[in-house]
C-alpha cells in the first residue's frame, strides 16, 4: 500500500514539474536495446515529430533503416513506459508500417499515434522490436522522447 502511494506521488509531483516548465529539453534520443547484437536490420536515426509530442495530438516515428536481409513479413512489437511502467503494449504487421517485401537495403518504418488529450506529461520511453515471420529479432531500439502540453512547446 505504502509503495503506491509513493509511485502515484511520484507521477503526480513529476506531472505537475513537467507542467510548469521545469524540463526545457524536447530533444528524444534513441539507442539500440543491446550494443553488443548483431542485428540484421540497422537503424541510422529515428525521427519524432513534433518533438516534443504535444498531447491530444498525434504523434509521428519515422525510422530509416538498414536491412541486410530480404525481409518478407513479419511484426513490430512496441511497447511504452511511463517512468518505467509499462503503460502500452501493440503488435502490428510488418507490412503495415513499411512496404514489403523488404530488399536488401534501405527502406523506412513509419508508426503514428494518436495521443487522447488526457495523455500524462513527462519522460516516456519506447521500445520497438521488429520480428521477422519466424520471429527472430532483426532490431531492437529504444526511443526517449517527452509529451507535453501544446503551450509547453510553444515556450
Known amino acids: 500500500m505504502g509503495r503506491n502511494i509513493w509511485v502515484w506521488g511520484f507521477i503526480i509531483v513529476g506531472g505537475m514539474l513537467e507542467s510548469l516548465g521545469t524540463i526545457a529539453s524536447g530533444q528524444s534520443s534513441w539507442d539500440y536495446c543491446s550494443l553488443t547484437a548483431n542485428y540484421k536490420v540497422k537503424v541510422q536515426d529515428v525521427v519524432v515529430d513534433p518533438d516534443p509530442v504535444v498531447r491530444g495530438s498525434v504523434a509521428l516515428f519515422r525510422i530509416p533503416a538498414f536491412s ?22 501493440e503488435i502490428h504487421d510488418l507490412c503495415s508500417k513499411t512496404s514489403c517485401p523488404v530488399a ?26 521488429l520480428l521477422s515471420e519466424e520471429n527472430d529479432l532483426l532490431t531492437c531500439i529504444r526511443i526517449n522522447f517527452r509529451i507535453v502540453k501544446l503551450a509547453l512547446q510553444q515556450e
Open 68 to 89: 541486410s536481409v530480404p525481409i518478407t513479413g513479419g511484426k513490430v512489437v512496441i511497447e511504452v513506459f511511463f517512468i518505467g511502467i509499462p503503460v502500452r503494449r
Open 104 to 129: 536488401p537495403g534501405e527502406f523506412i518504418l513509419s508508426n503514428s499515434q494518436a495521443l487522447p488529450g488526457y495523455t500524462p506529461t513527462g519522460r516516456y520511453q519506447l521500445e520497438m522490436r
